[in-house]
């Protein structure tokens, strides 16, 4: 495949304000950001409407772009809600959401048919018929599965008409892209209504049910972070539109070290 001549995106997240700063000052050409409800990460400080105001406005300032995350999944009572919420993101001039329930896209595309949706990684699109199947919905832009491979990354690009985004960095979930019931089991917490309470990091015994134990306090459900830097040039060469840094839980001094990276 021929290497495309303009360099991708690179994609940092914020938690906040101080976070988006170090971000854009690191270099980052776009910005995701969460706002007070519907976003995967409840649990950052997260924007609220003037704060997101503030961060349009910096980030455009600074030629940079601003995505805002739309990504858990919405029960019935609340579309009305996010969509409205969508609408004023839109007045307020952010460009593109990022989603994931099927719902809420159909609805943003009836009603702000020109605002621009990005394919949450939780929609766990990691092949060429699901990005093909998330543009016939109107999703322009792809955030591929964590744990896709090269190839699935390569087919997805050369077969669809949707831009691709893929995570170069940052944490991986024991499940596949955050379709994860772990928490919402055992805590009451559900990681697909973005409070997710990482029952996967704690350590856990390995017993055989008798009482006899064969491994304990071990990590045994964590799994390393993803870290693909090594491995730039095979993305660029894949066509890669966008490359994603996982950590709107990070401080500033981790996001700016790792987006100069």
Same mark, same amino acid.
Request: glycine share 8%.
């Given at each position: 495949?021929?290497?495309?001549?303009?360099?991708?995106?690179?994609?940092?997240?914020?938690?906040?304000?101080?976070?988006?700063?170090?971000?854009?000052?690191?270099?980052?050409?776009?910005?995701?950001?969460?706002?007070?409800?519907?976003?995967?990460?409840?649990?950052?400080?997260?924007?609220?409407?003037? !704060? *997101? #105001?503030? %961060? +349009?406005? &910096?980030?455009?300032?600074?030629?940079?772009?601003?995505?805002?995350? $739309?990504?858990?999944?919405?029960?019935?009572? !609340? *579309? #009305?809600? %996010? +969509?409205? &919420?969508?609408?004023?993101?839109?007045?307020?001039?952010?460009?593109? $959401?990022?989603?994931?329930?099927?719902?809420?896209?159909?609805?943003?595309?009836?009603?702000?048919?020109?605002?621009?949706?990005?394919?949450?990684?939780?929609?766990?699109?990691?092949?060429?018929?699901?990005?093909?199947?998330?543009?016939?919905?109107?999703?322009?832009?792809?955030?591929?599965?964590?744990?896709?491979?090269?190839?699935?990354?390569?087919?997805?690009?050369?077969?669809?008409?949707?831009?691709?985004?893929?995570?170069?960095?940052?944490?991986?979930?024991?499940?596949?892209?955050?379709?994860?019931?772990?928490?919402?089991?055992?805590?009451?917490?559900?990681?697909?209504?973005?409070?997710?309470?990482?029952?996967?990091?704690?350590?856990?015994?390995?017993?055989?049910?008798?009482?006899?134990?064969?491994?304990?306090?071990?990590?045994?459900?964590?799994?390393?972070?993803?870290?693909?830097?090594?491995?730039?040039?095979?993305?660029?060469?894949?066509?890669?539109?966008?490359?994603?840094?996982?950590?709107?839980?990070?401080?500033?001094?981790?996001?700016?070290?790792?987006?100069?990276?």
């Amino acid at each position: 495949m021929k290497r495309k001549t303009q360099l991708p995106e690179l994609l940092a997240p914020a938690g906040d304000m101080t976070c988006l700063y170090a971000a854009v000052a690191a270099g980052a050409d776009a910005i995701y950001v969460g706002g007070k409800r519907f976003g995967a990460r409840a649990f950052a400080k997260n924007f609220d409407i003037d !704060e *997101l #105001r503030r %961060a +349009v406005n &910096y980030c455009h300032l600074h030629g940079v772009k601003l995505y805002v995350t $739309l990504n858990t999944l919405i029960e019935d009572i !609340e *579309l #009305r809600e %996010a +969509v409205e &919420y969508a609408a004023e993101l839109y007045r307020i001039g952010v460009d593109a $959401l990022i989603v994931c329930d099927v719902g809420v896209i159909s609805a943003i595309r009836r009603h702000i048919p020109d605002l621009e949706l990005h394919g949450s990684t939780q929609m766990s699109v990691h092949s060429t018929d699901g990005v093909i199947a998330a543009h016939k919905m109107g999703i322009s832009r792809v955030v591929l599965a964590r744990e896709s491979s090269l190839e699935n990354i390569k087919s997805a690009v050369e077969n669809s008409p949707s831009e691709i985004e893929v995570f170069l960095h940052g944490a991986l979930c024991v499940c596949h892209s955050g379709q994860c019931l772990f928490s919402s089991m055992v805590g009451g917490r559900s990681g697909n209504r973005g409070e997710c309470s990482q029952p996967c990091r704690l350590p856990y015994d390995l017993t055989d049910g008798k009482g006899c134990t064969y491994i304990k306090g071990k990590h045994l459900l964590s799994v390393c972070d993803l870290d693909l830097s090594e491995r730039i040039g095979q993305m660029l060469d894949a066509g890669v539109t966008s490359f994603k840094i996982e950590g709107r839980l990070k401080d500033r001094v981790y996001l700016r070290n790792i987006v100069s990276h």
